[in-house]
């Protein structure tokens, strides 16, 4: 009996524990436009009734707070491009933010980082920045799902808040993505 109590005991720290540090995270997911679309003249994904989806993952502790992020793709000087939009609330006055975006594919496959630095001066409010990378022809028909998060601020006051990892992994396989954050940002 004690044995038994002791376990449940043990086994209910470990669960909570876990849950408390995914669940300190405010997870939104929502529709970032359909996975059948046409660029360029082109049907891409042509049949396909799946919808494209943006999660954003705010750390409570971050002075930048994502509200939210659209991800579209365009044809440019012969190239494709991924084009990222994100809107956020700065709390505190900063200096410079890194805003990261991992792109993963149909079968929630990790497929790369997307990096946007922004050293410039933000004020406190609302406010967006957007950025382009390159894609290739079979990412552009693969991608499905990008999970955004503000890795990094630069303070005005000159201190840094700096994004931890760990919860970041123990939430995405409760959204059914592989669980892989990845070191290949691309800038």
Known sequence: MFFTKLVTLILGISLTGSFTLAAGYDIVRMSDGPFSFTISGIVVNEGSSLTRESILFNDPTCPIQLTKHSHSIKYKDRSFRFVGNTEFQVAKNAKAIQIRTILYDVFGQHMQNLTNSEPRDFATGLTTVSGE????????GELLTTVTYVARVRLADGTQWVFNTDNLQLA????????????????
């Not at 990378?133 to 552009?140: P, T």
């Not at 592989?178 to 691309?186: F, L, S, T």
Request: proline share 4%; glycine share 4%; charged share 35%.
């Open 133 to 140: 990378w390159l894609a290739s022809e079979n990412d552009i």
């Open 172 to 187: 995405l396989p409760t959204l059914n993505l592989e669980n892989k954050i990845g070191d290949d940002e691309q800038e």
